[in-house]
C-alpha cells in the first residue's frame, strides 16, 4: 500500500511569487491534515480536511495560505504571495478515522528568499 | 495555553540500554496520545497511540505509559540499537469539534555502539 505522499520534495522561491504544494493521502482516508514545522520549532496544525470539507482551518496563518481538496481525494496548499516567514517544511498526514493514527508524508522543505 | 515539554537535550545512551523520554503536557485533557520517530530529512513515522484509560502500552522494545494526573508520558525503548537514533516526538489530541493534534519539539535520542 502507497504511504502519503507529497509533491514537490523541495521548493525555493523569492518573496511575492506563488508556490501550490501538493499531498496524495493514503487511499481510503477521508481525513487529510496539513501541517507546518519552522526552523527550531515544533510541528504545528493548519487544517484538517474530512473529504472535501474544510473541517478545521483554525491554523491557517493567514489569508495567503489557502487550501483544497476538490473531489476528496488529493489536497493542494497553495501560498500566495509567498513570504520569508512561510519558509519551512509543510507535511501532509492522513488518517481512516478522526483521532486515530495518522499517517505523515516525507514533507515539502520550502525556502523563501 | 496548551502546551507539550519534552526533554530539549539531546539524550545519548549506551547501546543495549533502556531509553526513557518524557513528555509532559499542561492546560488540557487529551484523550489519545502519540509517539512518533523523526529521521533527518523524512516525514514522522508512527509508533504507538495510547489512549487516556489505557495506563501502558507495548510493541515488540517499545513501551508506552500515559499518566493522566501526572499530564506526563514516558516512552521506552529496551534493549536499545544504534538504528534506534532518531528524534522522537509526541502528539496529544484536542478536541473542540474535530481533533487536531498538538506536538512537542521533539527529544534526539542517540544510541551509541
Known amino acids: 500500500e502507497a504511504g502519503v505522499t507529497q509533491f514537490p520534495s523541495h521548493s525555493v522561491i523569492e518573496k511575492g511569487q506563488t508556490v501550490t504544494l501538493r499531498c496524495d493521502p493514503i487511499?481510503?482516508?477521508?481525513?487529510l491534515y496539513w501541517y507546518r514545522r519552522v526552523m527550531g520549532k515544533e510541528i504545528k496544525f493548519l487544517l484538517h480536511?474530512?473529504?472535501?470539507?474544510?473541517?478545521?482551518e483554525s491554523g491557517m496563518p493567514n489569508n495567503r495560505f489557502l487550501a483544497e481538496r476538490t473531489g476528496g481525494t488529493y489536497s493542494t496548499l497553495k501560498v500566495q504571495p509567498a513570504e520569508l516567514e512561510d519558509s519551512g517544511v509543510y507535511f501532509c498526514?492522513?488518517?481512516?478515522?478522526?483521532?486515530?493514527?495518522?499517517?505523515f508524508g516525507p514533507g515539502t522543505r520550502l525556502l523563501v528568499l | 495555553s496548551q502546551k507539550i515539554e519534552q526533554n530539549s537535550e539531546a539524550l545519548n545512551i549506551q547501546e543495549g540500554k533502556t531509553a526513557t523520554l518524557t513528555c509532559n503536557y499542561t492546560?488540557?485533557?487529551?484523550?489519545?496520545l502519540q509517539w512518533y520517530r523523526q529521521d533527518p530529512g523524512r516525514g514522522p513515522v508512527f509508533l504507538l497511540l495510547?489512549?487516556?484509560?489505557?495506563k501502558e502500552k507495548r510493541k515488540e522494545r517499545l513501551k508506552v505509559t500515559f499518566d493522566t494526573t501526572l499530564k506526563q508520558s514516558l516512552f521506552h525503548i529496551t534493549a536499545s540499537q544504534p538504528a534506534d537514533s532518531a528524534t522522537y516526538l509526541c502528539?496529544?489530541?484536542?478536541?473542540?469539534?474535530?481533533?487536531?493534534?498538538?506536538f512537542g519539539t521533539g527529544t534526539r535520542l542517540k544510541v551509541l555502539a
Open positions: 487511499s481510503g482516508h477521508d481525513n
Open positions: 498526514a492522513s488518517s481512516q478515522e478522526l483521532g486515530e493514527t495518522q499517517y
Open positions: 495510547i489512549r487516556e484509560n489505557e
Open positions: 492546560n488540557y485533557s487529551p484523550a489519545y
Open positions: 502528539a496529544l489530541d484536542t478536541y473542540s469539534g474535530t481533533y487536531k493534534y498538538i
Open positions: 480536511f474530512v473529504k472535501e470539507s474544510k473541517q478545521d
